[in-house]
């Protein structure tokens, strides 16, 4: 009996050995982390090489807004488009398809639309000149020189027309509706046979140039979206009647400039017009891209310049990555993008945040670690940044990695 009483106890401890103790303190020395989580802040001063600068990628041309400038000592832009003409011939009423000879125009209404303007800047004056009909792509500011002194057709104060009731001037004509979310102004503006001369060889085809002005810097953006409809005068049978015409929508607009863009040297220019970008290459060390986890990147840049221009004309810089580096050519990686925004009148350094770009680069270690940076209004505007390059060795572009080391799980 002793002895299977000493059995049963012998039992019970064995059981009570292998029962977790819940409440008890952790203690396994040889299975938790040896080491510590450190984190590493490194300003990599000199990993930036190669970077280059390239302009061209979007011209007055092929930019959807035409820019109207007056900068004095920086740049004096005009815009200037053309509109077709009707052909010689008119429908008599809107019931009866018949047509008659068009004898000539009473009056036109012209429409502008503004899409950028700075509210803060006094008496913003547009001054309408009528330009040669053959204007076109190939067209300068040095030809327009005659034309943009001797033929102006109207002057329109802005800030005259706005304050009027319901934005409409009884005596002129002229009226303006803007949006109050966009602020983007619409002006229709009354043009009488003198500033809206119908002339019959070219079948009312027209061409008109744009100055601005302003109490101080004037710089306003023009939607390429002119349009012109014509009050006219039409023969039927020997009978003069009124007709109005249909809206003629621009078919050619452009801006033209002095002086022009100032080349690519040794810095690395963003923006203006033609548009400019500039790459960077970096050098990652391998401590940072393969055996770490970045929590914070920053690029630095610091200003070569004063960005000049007029307060409308701030940008947005975007620094994206590159799927491949084939130089001025690279094609962009769409899926990430960091920015900051340039302000004319400054020169700031800037910092823009590129923790996304880094660890793009950690997860892929196959992606070429290439900055793109460029104006995300590319040719909408002629502020233009201009940094210093990594030769530049006081000023070169660095970047802050802020990371953490990998952790020494297991047993050491």
Not at 162 to 185: L, R
Not at 257 to 283: E, K, Q
Not at 289 to 311: E, F, H, M
Request: glycine share 6%.
């Amino acid at each position: 009996m002793k002895q299977r009483r000493l059995c049963a106890i012998g039992a019970a401890l064995v059981v009570a050995a292998c029962v977790e103790q819940v409440a008890a303190p952790g203690h396994c020395p040889e299975f938790c982390p040896s080491g510590q989580i450190v984190v590493v802040d490194s300003l990599l001063a000199a990993n930036i090489s190669r970077d280059s600068a390239f302009r061209g990628y979007v011209t007055s041309l092929g930019s959807p807004v035409a820019l109207a400038a007056d900068l004095p000592g920086f740049v004096d832009s005009r815009p200037i488009f053309r509109i077709p003409g009707l052909g010689p011939r008119l429908s008599i009423s809107t019931t009866d398809t018949s047509t008659g000879p068009i004898l000539g125009a009473d009056s036109a209404r012209l429409q502008l639309v503004v899409v950028r303007r700075d509210t803060a800047v006094h008496n913003l004056t547009l001054r309408l000149f009528r330009l040669p009909i053959t204007i076109d792509s190939t067209t300068s500011f040095a030809d327009l020189t005659g034309p943009f002194t001797d033929s102006l057709v109207r002057t329109i104060n802005v800030d005259t027309l706005f304050a009027q009731a319901g934005h409409k001037d009884p005596i002129t004509g002229d009226s303006m509706v803007v949006d109050t979310t966009t602020h983007i102004a619409t002006l229709s503006l009354k043009l009488d046979t003198a500033a809206a001369r119908y002339v019959a060889s070219d079948s009312g085809k027209v061409a008109y140039g744009v100055r601005v002005s302003a109490d101080s810097l004037a710089s306003i953006a023009l939607s390429k979206l002119a349009s012109i409809q014509w009050y006219l005068r039409v023969d039927s049978l020997g009978v003069t009647v009124a007709r109005k015409s249909g809206v003629l929508n621009e078919t050619f607009s452009n801006f033209v400039f002095n002086p022009p863009a100032l080349p690519i040297d040794s810095t690395l220019a963003v923006g203006g017009v033609p548009s400019a970008r500039s790459l960077l290459r970096v050098t990652l060390p391998r401590a940072i891209r393969d055996s770490s986890q970045v929590i914070r990147g920053t690029l630095i840049l610091v200003s070569a310049a004063a960005v000049q221009g007029a307060p409308p004309d701030s940008f947005v810089l975007e620094a994206r990555p590159v799927l491949a580096d084939f130089g001025a050519k690279s094609p962009l990686d769409l899926r990430v993008v960091d920015t900051a925004v340039i302000h004319p009148g400054r020169r700031d350094t800037v910092a823009i945040e590129v923790t996304t770009m880094l660890q793009l680069w950690a997860s892929d270690t196959t992606a070429p670690t290439t900055i793109l940076l460029r104006s995300r209004t590319e040719g909408q505007t002629f502020a233009e940044a201009r940094f210093y390059p990594s030769s530049a060795q006081p000023y070169r572009p660095a970047l802050r990695v802020t990371f953490v080391r990998r952790f020494p799980f297991g047993k050491q």
